[in-house]
């Protein structure tokens, strides 16, 4: 995602949204343009109270797990979980999706991911 540094340990998305960034980056000076990414299978849905709504687009099967396409009304692009598949979940079905702080993927505008005292 696209994203601009508050100043205060978050970031804002493209779409208003504002994410808390991992511990583990320096502070960063409000205004900085990065980019923020994390893993499907670190996307967690239903477990928390600052959560994002989402409805679930596409569910694509695959033995055991599932990669669901979750739709949001702040976002074109859809976010992309996978999880268990228990057969419980269903296209077109309510849920919400966090995006842990510990788990976000952090790089500036060269895309050099950022981490505290150094970049890789």
């Given amino acids: 995602f696209p994203a601009t540094a508050t100043g205060d340990g978050h970031a804002e998305l493209s779409h208003r949204r504002r994410i808390a960034l991992p511990n583990d980056i320096d502070p960063l000076q409000k205004g900085t343009k990065l980019s923020v990414g994390i ?38 692009d859809p976010l992309i979980c996978q999880t268990r598949d228990d057969d419980i979940l269903a296209e077109g079905a309510l849920l919400t999706a966090t ?9 500036d505008q060269q895309g050099d991911r950022l981490r505290s005292g150094a970049r890789e």
């Fill in 99 to 107: 995006l842990p702080a510990g788990k976000l993927h952090v790089f």
């Fill in 39 to 76: 893993r499907p299978e670190d996307i967690e849905i239903n477990k928390s109270s600052d959560a994002w709504d989402t409805r679930i687009g596409f569910i694509e099967r695959l033995g055991g797990f599932a990669t669901v396409h979750l739709l949001t009304e702040e976002s074109g």
